[in-house]
């Protein structure tokens, strides 16, 4: 596997949430936003890539019993490291992940990496490795976070849990204006979809997101067994052209002989 | 310590701010193993026993160690690491003293120590019972009804859930929506019913 590949395989072939299933408790509980989203997958980018590294540096010492604790120590590390970053940072963001902040101990994707990936190969491709698997998960998150909050709100947020580069929270996007053009005064976020900010939308969003998946992974098995198909019948044709002119070339000689 | 507080204790966790539903602890085991009744019940089973026990060690350690000493900031660390420790300690004491229980309960403990609604119960009784003027064994009492009722409400839905999951594997459900999707959306509608009961308490 090249170093492109390494770093690319985790946004969609092997994406954590959409295909592996793994880390679905923080992709359910965490989405409610665009921000908090982004939010928490940048924090697990952190862990990863520091966990993968420390795992991938002292792979050698560990004792092959006590590996699973030991992995689990050096990941609530970093997660003890993230928790008092952000609590002395971004306490809007803090106070939105709540609980779910220690629980990134816990997410299954980190453990996984470390076991499956960084304790057998060395440190450039465990990093590498790290920050790849850490992207497809935030990639995740975010496709999660702006579906949700676009149908409850109508618009995308900048600035009220991430307060960075703006003083006052804004809008990225919005559908205000272009209803505006038609009608005054009206403000989209009134008409927005609310259950999809709350507990039962995180589920209904991510049925939908993975049906989706479901869906062109489907199409393209399809389209992979018909060009197979086809494959097959062109051989087959060209197979039966030959010996139909190999026949012909055998009854030409015979005549000849005669 | 009065029933009052053992029973408004149980239905806000068990109903209320049921654990998978409206927190979104212990997803995996709920979509793992939540294919038959009768791994659930057994699921459920096991995960009331530890988390009964991991909310009052944990609490314990916060309460009596970790405050005392000036260093809470290494809670996480400690809770998995004690938590890792029981669900081995508790699979060994089941082993020894009751066969008929571990092989019942004995091939979910393992994945337990990963199941996130263990330490997310934990980390909640931190954050939400505990305070400086608390007294010891009332915190306590408040922490181990609070878990009584999340594990119950863990084992309410994932029930609930596996049942409607036997009658979904007859039904006709289109190709794309099969399996994960169509759980998830079931899920959503167990989860806008349970909303309904917020604010009753």
């Known amino acids: 596997m090249s170093k492109k590949e390494n770093f690319l395989k985790g946004f969609l072939k092997e994406n954590p949430i959409f295909v592996f299933l793994l880390g679905m408790c923080p992709a359910l509980a965490v989405t409610a936003t665009f921000e908090t989203s982004l939010g928490m997958g940048l924090l697990v980018v952190f862990v990863l890539t520091g966990s993968n590294i420390v795992v991938s540096l002292v792979k050698g010492f560990i004792p092959d019993q006590v590996r699973t604790p030991a992995y689990i120590v050096i990941i609530a590390t970093f997660v003890t490291v993230v928790k008092m970053l952000t609590f002395a940072y971004a306490i809007e963001l803090y106070d939105a992940l709540g609980v779910f902040l220690p629980l990134i101990v816990v997410n299954c994707l980190i453990l996984g990496r470390a076991e499956a990936f960084a304790s057998k190969n060395n440190v450039l491709d465990s990093t590498i490795d790290g920050i790849g698997m850490g992207l497809g998960f935030t990639f995740a998150l975010v496709v999660i976070g702006v579906f949700r909050e676009f149908l409850a709100t109508g618009g995308i947020q900048w600035g009220v849990y991430l307060p960075f580069f703006v003083d006052a929270p804004i809008h990225l996007f919005t559908l205000d204006w272009i209803i505006n053009l038609f009608t005054d005064g009206f403000v989209i976020a009134d008409y927005g979809l609310a259950v999809f900010s709350l507990p039962p939308g995180a589920f209904i969003a991510l049925g939908i997101i993975l049906a989706g998946f479901q869906f062109k992974k489907s199409r393209q098995i399809k389209r992979e067994l018909e060009e197979k198909k086809k494959l097959i019948a062109e051989r087959k044709r060209q197979a039966l052209e030959k010996k139909k002119e190999k026949a012909l070339a055998a009854a030409k000689l015979a005549k000849a002989g005669e | 310590m009065s029933f009052t507080v053992f029973a408004t204790a149980i239905i806000s966790a068990m109903l209320i701010n049921n654990v998978i539903l409206m927190q979104f602890l212990g997803i995996c085991p709920f979509l793992g193993v939540s294919k038959k009744s009768s791994s659930a019940v057994g699921m459920s089973a096991a995960v009331l026993f530890v988390m009964v026990i991991a909310s009052a060690v944990t609490y314990t350690i916060y309460d009596l160690v970790l405050y005392p000493f ?82 119950l409400g863990f084992g309410l839905i994932i029930f609930a859930f596996s049942s409607i999951r036997e009658k979904l594997d007859g039904s006709n459900v289109p190709a794309s929506w099969k399996g994960v999707p169509i759980s998830l959306v079931v899920a959503g509608i167990m989860s806008l019913a349970f909303l309904g009961l917020a604010g009753i308490i």
């Not at chain 2, 900031?73 to 060994?92: C, D, G, H, N, P």
């Not at chain 2, 909640?124 to 064994?137: F, S």
């Open chain 2, 70 to 151: 000036d260093i809470p900031y290494i809670s996480t660390i400690a809770f998995i690491l004690v938590i890792a420790s029981l669900v081995q300690f508790v699979e060994m004491v089941i082993k020894k003293f009751s066969k008929p229980l571990y092989k019942s309960l004995g091939i979910y403990l393992p994945l337990i120590t990963t199941n996130c609604a263990i330490l997310g119960v934990s980390e909640g009784n931190i954050t939400g019972i505990w305070t400086e003027t608390m007294p010891y064994w009332e915190g306590l009492f408040t922490a181990v009804s609070v878990s009584v009722g999340t594990g």
